[in-house]
């Protein structure tokens, strides 16, 4: 062993790393451990079979200083302070990235009957206690809420006309004109929308959304708006500079 050191703190905090992870992993370790006991400690951490590991040690600017190969020395035999990392090498032969995967995972699933009959879940809670979903007083009242909200975009979509020029205010933000290209409702999101071609590029699509085109138009220079937000009007193109940018 080329050298010993001697603290007075019985832990070190270390840095633990891994051929075979992509993540750095912080640990306090008992210096009184050996290799062989601080290897099995590894396995939760890494992944790797403790018989398949191959130590080695980092200073605090990684730099290596030593392989850790004596199973039965102790951690405090060699010169790991605060800060250090420990390398696991991994000569099992699995992958990189292997122990990160986790579509591997078997996932557990239980039937929706089944754990309908079950008597300690947050389903049956919320049952007996008559919340969210299961409390039909409030979930009528969301039922008419949305109606109402429903209804009232509706009657607003029906006064806009496609091709008909317009601003759009919303809240916050600076009031933009452009083109109605679309009135109607849309698989995107639930409710009425309005698509406008903007007059300039201050949109966030092209008429499009998941793949389901609405109107055609320039990159960026589309967005759908709710109805509300949407003023008609006789509204001259504006120049807002854009163009001269460079």
Known sequence: MSSVTISSSPVVTVRISSSLNTFIAEKRLDRSLTLAELKCKLELVVGSPASCMDLQLYSTENIFIQNLDQDDALLGSYPVDNGCRIHVIDKSGARVG???????????????????????????????????????????????????????????????????????????QPTKRGTVMYVGLADFKPGYWVGVKYDEPLGKNDGSVDGKRYFECTP???????????????FPEEDYGLDDEI
């Open 98 to 172: 292997e122990y990160e995967d986790l579509s591997r995972v078997e996932k557990f699933e239980l039937p929706d009957d089944a754990y309908d009959k079950r008597s300690d879940s947050v389903r049956s809670f919320l049952k007996k206690n008559k919340m969210g979903k299961f409390n039909e007083e409030e979930a009528a009242q969301k039922a008419v809420e949305q109606q109402r909200k429903l209804e009232e975009e509706r009657l607003a979509a029906a006064s806009i006309i496609p091709g008909s020029r317009c601003e759009v205010r919303v809240a916050g």
């Open 220 to 234: 960026k220079y589309g967005a759908f708006v709710k109805p509300q937000h949407v003023a008609m009007g006789d």
